[in-house]
């Protein structure tokens, strides 16, 4: 069995220049990123399931709207009509719940030994968190097609490049929350029932103080005074612009910032949470 | 490979209570090596394990492993050492090859290398025909064996076993270290590994690093460890009630100390047990004491411990609920 050492790389690789900076970031991003996204491929039923969520939105909370709010089209909701305004709002919420849970995978793979062996491994701290993030906008985006392709029929309007670019900005956001949910999880690892509790209590009240199911404007004022401290509703409004077609406005410029700035602090406590993690 | 300078580690349980996991480790291990870290649950030795393998910080102290600092460069170390912890390196949902040829991937094989690298190490450690398994549905034997692949893929020069065979059925620990030592052998790595299983350490390792509460207390091979701070012991009963004259007479064998009688019952140390026994009946028929029975016990690590710390290792074990490393998690199988 001579073939082992003959066929191994040897004990110090010599392509190692490509390992640091953006460079390695972006190539251990990438790993982290299929090895996540394999048990996807390899049962796509749960891919499926991740669809019933917003279809349920859809289908049962949709016709609400539509009864409700039908009327206030051309005012609250802009020129597009109920669901120009809604279907926006449920690819946020998909990914709002996708990224906000990746925290509970990690906990397992915690709890089995996975995650320490990663940390053993010479990855770039951020790629853990930035690939597992993004593993989730994955399914999303095939999830924002079937979606769009369903509201068509009912008068739904695509804007291809404002979609692509909403998702986009999409996945900025959910690299920062899917960051805090990994800290949430490596802060609560020895509850790990606690970081169920801290994510339902946050993101409900997160959800609709971003006008995601409701429009605020009919709310009271303190609600609408709170959601200018909700980086989640500059995030909606952004999303609801780009997927009316328009780009440059500074709704999506503040949605930028919103994600932007979710993205930093995500990361850093993030990566801050996980150099204490092994301890 | 390793050179740890008075390493120690507190972990701040609450705000009146620190636990000082290690006190000051400093330890040097030679390219080639093969050494087990022996002691009980909470002594430290899995704490020191993860400093080396960069996974938590010193507090104090200094440590160069494979040449690098880990708290300077971790990079660098990360690069050159393998690890199988006390978990499962391989992900539960993911596939037995898929994570395989990931963790090449992530060591900077290309995709061609990891491939190739991967169905290698399949085949040594019997593993080829679960490949496309999930690795949840592996028994707890392959599951480990698949832990050393992993830790094996980029052929590194040093690699750490945390608990290598704990929960494993005797014949699983053998067949594992079989495979260990195969490719130790082939890859002249240095091994380190960390144990509480007083026989792991005996037979497998060459050099037995004890360790109690945080510090070294002995370190060398296990037949010098035993020679030095346990030696052979004899128990011997005479057939009578009177011991005494017996005892005399063990007290003139070869090395002979420690002797204590106890009713008809005589137990010393002696520098050799088996050819003791022949000397001490015959010299016992030339006397006329009458001997019952007679018994050498060659000394196990366990007797090392004993001396060195007055309790034995499965004392030590119970004595516990040590808050110690509380990543250290028993629950895993």
């Known amino acids: ?279 | 490979m390793i050179d740890a300078r008075s390493l120690t580690r507190d972990f701040v349980v609450s705000r009146s209570q620190t636990v000082h996991a290690v006190r000051g480790i400093s330890l040097r291990i030679e390219p080639g090596e093969l050494v087990a870290l022996l002691g009980p649950n909470g002594a430290g030795k899995t704490t020191t394990m993860r400093m080396l393998t960069t996974l938590i910080a010193p507090t104090s102290g200094t440590a160069t492993v494979a040449g690098h600092d880990v708290v300077r460069a971790p990079g660098q170390v990360r690069r050159h050492i393998g690890y199988v912890g006390q978990g499962n390196g391989a992900g539960h949902t993911q596939r037995v090859r898929d994570e395989l040829r990931t963790q090449g991937a992530i060591y900077g094989l290309d995709r061609r290398a990891a491939r190739r690298r991967a169905d290698d190490l399949l085949d040594s450690l019997d593993l080829t025909d679960l490949a496309g398994r999930k690795v949840s549905a592996l028994s707890g034997g392959q599951r480990r064996r698949l832990d050393v692949a992993m830790g094996l893929v980029h052929a590194p020069p040093l690699l750490f076993l945390d608990e290598p065979s704990t929960g494993l059925d005797p014949q699983n620990r053998a067949n594992l270290w079989d495979h260990i030592l195969r490719m130790r052998a082939e890859a002249a790595m240095t091994v380190v590994l960390t144990t509480h299983y007083l026989d792991e350490a005996d037979s497998m390792a060459e050099r037995v690093v004890i360790v109690d509460h945080g510090e070294i207390i002995a370190d060398d091979s296990a037949a010098a460890l035993k020679a030095k701070l346990a030696g052979d012991r004899i128990v011997v009963t005479a057939a009578g009630d009177d011991a005494r004259p017996l005892a005399r007479l063990v007290d003139r064998l070869p090395g002979a100390r420690d002797v204590s009688c106890d009713g008809s019952r005589v137990e010393a140390h002696v520098a050799d047990g088996p050819a003791a026994l022949p000397e001490l009946l015959r010299a016992a028929v030339e006397a006329g004491v009458r001997v019952g029975t007679a018994q050498a016990h060659q000394p196990t690590l366990d007797d090392v411990f004993l001396t060195l710390t007055g309790r034995s290792l499965r004392e030590a074990e119970q004595e516990t609920p040590v808050p110690q490393d509380p990543q250290t998690r028993k629950d895993v199988p």
Not at chain 1, 164 to 187: D, E, K, N, Q
């Open chain 1, 1 to 279: 069995m001579t073939t082992i050492s003959a066929t191994a790389p040897s004990p110090t690789p010599a392509p190692q220049g490509t390992r640091s900076g953006p460079l390695g970031l972006l190539r251990d991003t990438g790993i982290v990123l299929t090895r996540e996204l394999r048990p996807l491929l390899h049962d796509p039923f749960s891919v499926i399931f991740g669809m019933i969520q917003p279809l349920v939105f859809l289908g049962l909370f949709g016709p609400l709207l539509v009864g409700s709010l039908g009327g206030q089209a051309g005012t609250t909701l802009g020129d597009g009509g109920v669901w120009q305004w809604f279907v926006p709002a449920i690819l946020v919420m998909t990914a709002l719940f996708g990224t906000s849970t990746t925290g509970a995978n990690l906990l397992f793979e915690f709890q089995t030994g996975a995650h320490e062996r990663m940390l053993v491994a010479p990855l770039s701290r951020p790629s853990l968190l930035v690939g597992r993030a993004l593993k989730e906008m994955v399914p999303l985006a095939g999830q924002a097609v079937i979606i769009v392709l369903v509201m068509i029929p009912f008068g739904f309007r695509l804007y291809p490049v404002g979609a692509l670019v909403g998702l986009a900005l999409l996945a900025v956001f959910g690299v920062g929350l899917g960051a805090l949910s990994y800290a949430l999880a490596i802060a609560v690892r020895k509850q790990d029932w606690m970081f169920w509790v801290v994510q339902q209590t946050l993101i409900f009240p997160l959800m609709l103080l971003s006008g995601m199911l409701l429009p605020l404007d009919t709310g009271p004022g303190w609600m609408r005074v709170a959601a200018h401290f909700n980086p989640l509703a500059y995030l909606v409004d952004a999303e609801r612009a780009l997927f009316a077609g328009d780009l440059g406005s500074t709704t999506v410029l503040w949605g930028w910032v919103a994600a932007l700035v979710t993205a930093a602090v995500g990361l850093t406590v993030g990566v801050r949470a996980m150099a204490r993690s092994a301890d």
